[in-house]
Structure formats: C-alpha cells, structure tokens
C-alpha cells in the first residue's frame, strides 16, 4: 500500500495545479459580492486530482472501527448494531428533505411520527407526556432540571436550589445542575454499589427543605439495579423534592419495567444509545423528556423545532420493527450477555462487587496486580486483537476501572471470541508483560502521548513546501 495515500494528511497529497473537478459554465452571469464579505486572500484549500482525493478517504475509512466491522464493548454508551432498515426510513425523500420552516400543512406526516413516537416513548417508561426537542441526553437532563426549577417557582417554592447526585453519576448529571443554576450535593455509595440510602436520608433531613430533586440513573454506572428505589422515592418526596431519572443505561430496561412506575417525576432517554442511531463521533443524538401527569406544562421552549428529525425517525422505525411482543427481549439478552463475559472473566481479572450485573459491568484491572500490567494497557493490547477497547478509567470508584457492555444484538460466538481475546491477554501479562505494555503492535499509529495531546493540542494544519518533483 501506498503510505503516501494512507497515512498523510490530504494536504500532504497536494500539489499546486491539479484539479479533481470541474465546474458547469456559468448561466446565471455575475454578481459581484459586497467587500464587506470577501476575502482577502484565496482560502488554502488542497489541491488533489480526484483519483488521489478518493483513495485518500477511502484508505481513511477502512482505517475506521465501527460496529459494522466488530465488536464494540464500549461501557456505558450503549454502542451497539442497529438495522439498517431504520437508516433507510430516516433518509426516505419525504422525510430527509423537510424544511422546519415550510408549512405546517405540508408536513403532517412528520408530525403524525412524532405524535406516534410519543405515545411509544410514553408507553415504554410510564410517564405521562414527553418534549422531543431535546438535542441529545445532557441537553434533556438540562430540560428536566429547569422543568423542575419551574415547578418550584411555581409554588413560591424557590430555596429549592439543591439536587442530590450520587457519586457514581455520569459526569454530565452535576454538570448539568450546575448550568441550570443548581448546586449539587453528593450522596455516598455502599460497598455494594448502591446508593447509601443512610446516607441520603441524613442529607434529606439535614437539608430537605432545600431539595429541589435528585438524579439517579438506572441501572447505575456500575450496572447494577438501585433496589431500594421504592424508599428513595418515599424520602424524596417526602421532603418536597421531584425523582429524576437518567435514562442513558435504559437499555436492559426496555420492555421490563418502567421508570414511572418506580415513582420517578421526570426523565431523558437517548434515542442514540437504545433507540438505533449509531453513536459516537459526537453525533447527532436525541433526548427526549418525559414527565409525571401535572408536569407537562412546565416543558420549558428550548427550542422551536423538534430535535433531530432523522434521530426521532430511526428510534420509531426501530420500535416498530421490534414490536410490543419483541421489545421485552431487549432488556434481558442485554443482561444475559453482560453476565455471561462478567463471569467468563472474573477469575482473571478483580471483580470489586460480586453479584448479578445488568447491561455492563466494571472490573478493577487485571487481578494480578504484579506484573504491572494495567486497565490502559489492556485496552492497547486489545487493538491488535481487532476489537476495539472498552471504557477505562470509569466510573471513578476504582483505580482500574474498565467497563464493558456487550449489548443484547452480540452472538454467542461474538462474545466467546472476546472472552478468549481477553484471557489471552491476561496471560500475556503474566508470561510477555512488555508486549501487552508496549501494544498496539498493528495499528497505522502507535501509542500516543494523550496527556501531552490534551495539553497541547494541535488543531490546525501548517502548510509545508513540498518537492513536487
């Protein structure tokens, strides 16, 4: 192969005067354009013929790891094959080519999906009413919060400024309580995983007349289920605070319980995480909210359209596609699988919290901790497996922390072949230590200093001289 094609950077590959294009001759004469918006100069753009253009970015996407081409047990974030079908209705003309500002008569189609996908995301959490403006999941934990700020002010309410998160939250939880003018008290977890329930009930009559709500996410970041539920909501409420739900690990729950019966006032589902739109790369998502009957007119207008139409389209394709009677399979093949790799491996690598998981699990590193192997390394190691690493370091209650969720569309034979990757890579740890330190042995780039990377970025390209010769 070519490394000039592969490996460089598409302004590395241009030369003055080649052209890959041409353009049309011209039919609508010339304008001239106000000086106020010309540039001063020609923009640096490469210049490439068109057959290097495209085995540049071809060699750039086969470079690429996707679901598509294998395993992905990224934790937490749900990654995961969706049916291509779904991308097929999402770009059918009549949908992909919508304006939000065209009449409302000429897209009635569009509303009647979104009225349906309603109903559905209703059906499927138990709340009343949901808002589908949302951009993506911590734009919908924003929403939820500033719904519950303005339930407050409602009622005169307004020392409520406080929100309870546990210490194993997503990071976007008090992120987001601090964006909505909220402060953020922190509850401790138990050994177990779980919420310290004691723990909250000295915080609720401490400061329970403070409490605008708490956020809990379910199953929590360790994937496991918060039993006591039923007394939290008890403790909440009872303080004259609202139970928010973040529905980011709503995956194993799908179709086998619904947050609204646990007694939660308010949630946020990813649609790009349970609801088919491939995520990752930053985008596009969608989160919608939902609500307890009482809360729907406090839907705050965050924005004048509904979210990302296409996102909103897939998930509908996709619970349709599943269906009443499938969808109920989702939760509980997520869960078997989790726990299938979970015990596969627990004998070599550390297990901090034994018992059942459900979509995802968090070992603490190798369970031999002499050879001075570590969860990065691990995850390195794993490249020249082909299969790409799971989440590391997180959550933050264990120094090795890796997380793996292998998702409920994951074949047995899939996951037998990781489960080898792994124990393979254990021993090597053991018997081979420097390779598994030194990995990834066979991708295009090795490995990177990411502290210096995230210190001193380099964003822009600086345009060298070339031989053209």
């Known amino acids: 192969m070519n490394n000039k094609l592969y490996g460089n950077l598409i302004f590395e590959l241009s030369r003055k005067g080649r052209c890959g294009y041409s353009l049309p001759k011209n039919r609508f004469g010339v304008y001239e354009i106000p000086q106020l918006i010309q540039r001063k100069k020609e923009p640096e753009l490469p210049e490439c013929d068109e057959l290097t253009v495209v085995r540049h970015y071809t060699n750039l996407s086969g470079n690429n790891f996707g679901v598509d081409n294998g395993f992905y047990p990224l ?12 991308e097929e209705v999402a770009a059918l003309p009549a949908f992909q ?25 209703c059906e499927l959490t138990g709340m009343k009413a949901f808002t589908l403006r949302p951009f993506a999941g911590a734009h919908g934990e924003l ?13 005169g309410d307004e020392r409520r400024l406080k929100v309870i998160v546990p210490d194993s939250a997503h990071g976007t939880n008090p992120a987001s309580a601090a964006v909505c003018g909220l402060e953020v008290v922190e509850v401790k977890s138990l050994d177990d995983g779980t919420i310290d329930t004691t723990h909250l009930r000295t915080l609720v009559e401490e400061q329970g007349e403070e409490i605008a709500a708490m956020m809990m996410t379910n199953p929590n970041t360790l994937g496991l289920f918060e039993k006591r539920i039923p007394e939290i909501a008890e403790m909440i409420h009872g303080c004259g605070g609202l139970l928010y739900y973040d ?19 308010v949630m946020h589902l990813n649609l790009h995480k349970t609801f088919s739109t491939p995520h990752g790369g930053g985008g596009p998502g969608a989160g919608p909210v939902g609500v307890r009957d009482g809360l729907q007119e406090f839907f705050p207008e965050v924005s004048p359209y509904h979210g990302n139409f296409a996102v909103l389209m897939r998930a509908y394709a996709y619970i349709l596609s599943l269906g009443r009677e499938h969808v109920k399979e989702v939760g509980p093949l997520a869960t078997l699988n989790a726990n299938y790799v979970k015990e596969s491996l627990k ?27 570590t969860t990065m390394d691990v995850a390195k190691r794993l490249l020249d497996y082909g299969y790409h690493a799971p989440t590391i370091y997180f959550p933050l209650l264990f120094h090795e922390s890796l997380m ?64 053209n010769s």
């Open 75 to 86: 934790g937490s974030c749900t990654m995961k094959y969706n049916p291509c079908i779904d």
């Open 97 to 121: 080519n919508l304006h939000p500002l065209q009449p409302a008569d000429s897209v009635r189609g569009a509303e009647a999906v979104c009225t349906l996908l309603k109903q559905s995301l």
């Open 143 to 155: 929403v939820g919060l500033m719904i519950i700020r303005a339930y407050h002010e409602s009622r």
């Open 247 to 265: 529905g980011a690990n709503f995956n194993p729950m799908l179709g086998v319980c619904r947050p609204g019966d646990m007694g939660f006032d």
């Open 347 to 373: 004998d070599l690598y550390r297990l901090p919290i034994e018992g059942l998981c459900k979509h995802e699990f968090v070992f603490d590193g190798l369970a031999d901790k002499s050879t001075g192997v």
């Open 404 to 467: 793996i969720e292998p998702t409920e569309v994951e074949s047995k034979d899939t996951l037998d072949g990781f489960i080898d990757v792994m124990r393979r890579i254990a021993h090597e740890a053991v018997e081979h230590p420097n390779d598994v330190k030194t990995a990834p042995h066979h991708t295009p780039i090795g490995r990177v200093d990411d502290v210096e990377a995230a210190k001193h970025p380099i964003v822009t390209f600086k345009q060298l001289q070339y031989d």
